[in-house]
């Protein structure tokens, strides 16, 4: 059964995840496939509601290959994502079959000012803290040096 959210259906299982996110209105970050290139949006974004088919020869027989959740991020080898049972899953894509798309619930990257925002203040985190252990640490190593 899927119940319709904002002119987008989405699967019972998925109406949970998306009512914790602050039930998003999902009508307005759906994806674009055609028309001007500069106006499309499409692949996964952060936040999405998928459902992802693994590798049957990874499970004993008999196991769901399926998992269905919010994709939390996405690497170069892994995928996590935080499933219907709220458990966080870390995917290597080696076994990953298919992903299949229920819906978007951001922005496309280029047009997530949130996501931008955030990713900005965390490089400034990142930098503040380098320069302190930087400067909590110098001349403490020193001892290799000759001379």
Same mark, same amino acid.
């Given at each position: 059964?899927?119940?319709?959210?904002?002119?987008?259906?989405?699967?019972?299982?998925?109406?949970?995840?998306?009512?914790?996110?602050?039930?998003?209105?999902?009508?307005?970050?759906?994806?674009?496939?055609?028309?001007?290139?500069?106006?499309?949006?499409?692949?996964?974004?952060?936040?999405?509601?998928? #459902?992802? $088919?693994?590798?049957? /020869?990874?499970? %004993?027989?008999? &196991?769901?290959?399926?998992?269905?959740?919010?994709? +939390?991020?996405?690497?170069?080898?892994?995928?996590?994502?935080?499933?219907?049972?709220?458990?966080?899953?870390?995917?290597?894509?080696?076994?990953?079959?298919?992903?299949?798309?229920?819906?978007?619930?951001?922005?496309?990257?280029?047009?997530?000012?949130?996501?931008?925002?955030? #990713?900005? $203040?965390?490089?400034? /985190?990142?930098? %503040?803290?380098? &320069?302190?252990?930087?400067?909590?640490?110098?001349? +403490?190593?020193?001892?290799?040096?000759?001379?």
């Amino acid at each position: 059964m899927a119940k319709k959210k904002s002119g987008i259906e989405l699967p019972d299982w998925a109406v949970p995840l998306w009512e914790d996110m602050g039930s998003p209105n999902l009508s307005d970050v759906e994806g674009k496939n055609t028309g001007d290139l500069l106006e499309r949006r499409h692949g996964l974004r952060k936040d999405d509601l998928v #459902e992802v $088919q693994l590798d049957a /020869r990874a499970f %004993n027989n008999g &196991e769901d290959t399926w998992i269905r959740g919010r994709l +939390l991020s996405s690497g170069k080898s892994s995928i996590e994502i935080l499933s219907e049972d709220g458990k966080n899953n870390f995917i290597a894509r080696d076994v990953i079959v298919k992903i299949v798309l229920i819906a978007h619930t951001r922005p496309a990257y280029i047009d997530d000012k949130e996501l931008l925002a955030f #990713e900005r $203040q965390d490089m400034k /985190r990142r930098s %503040n803290l380098h &320069e302190k252990v930087e400067k909590e640490s110098k001349g +403490l190593d020193d001892t290799h040096l000759w001379g």
